[in-house]
Nanobody
Framework: QVQLVESGGGLVQAGGSLRLSCAAS??????????MGWYRRAPGGQREMVATISTDGTTNYADFVYGRFTISRNNAKKSAYLQMNSLKPEDTAVYYCTAGLIITTANDYWGQGTQVTVAS
């Protein structure tokens, strides 16, 4: 089992930046062989993939964040991060940290989520 805990959400003005963090615990051996990712769910919307990253750093981004968001991970700290720049009101959502065996989805395990609100 893998437990994921997000932090770093909050309220920011449009055009601003936030950095989300995700700390993994539980099966530490397991997280080091898993891809990690970030998903989000906007109010009234469905969950959608934002970005994923493999154990060797290969990244995968949704088109709507390409060039604005950067995913990274620190295997030694069993952590993942999402740097979000040039935020837009439509980025308002609950952001979830995930982990899984498939690089493009990385969604076998989910955190509880952290709220990001972008004010116009």
């Amino acid at each position: 089992q893998v437990q994921l805990v997000e932090s770093g959400g909050g309220l920011v003005q449009a055009g601003g930046s936030l950095r989300l963090s995700c700390a993994a615990s539980g099966s530490i051996f397991g997280i080091n062989v898993m891809a990690m990712g970030w998903y989000r769910r906007a109010p009234g919307g469905q969950r959608e993939m934002v970005a994923t990253i493999s154990t060797d750093g290969t990244t995968n981004y949704a088109d709507f964040v390409y060039g604005r968001f950067t995913i990274s991970r620190n295997n030694a700290k069993k952590s993942a991060y999402l740097q979000m720049n040039s935020l837009k009101p439509e980025d308002t959502a609950v952001y979830y940290c995930t982990a899984g065996l498939i690089i493009t989805t990385a969604n076998d395990y989910w955190g509880q989520g952290t709220q990001v609100t972008v004010a116009s």
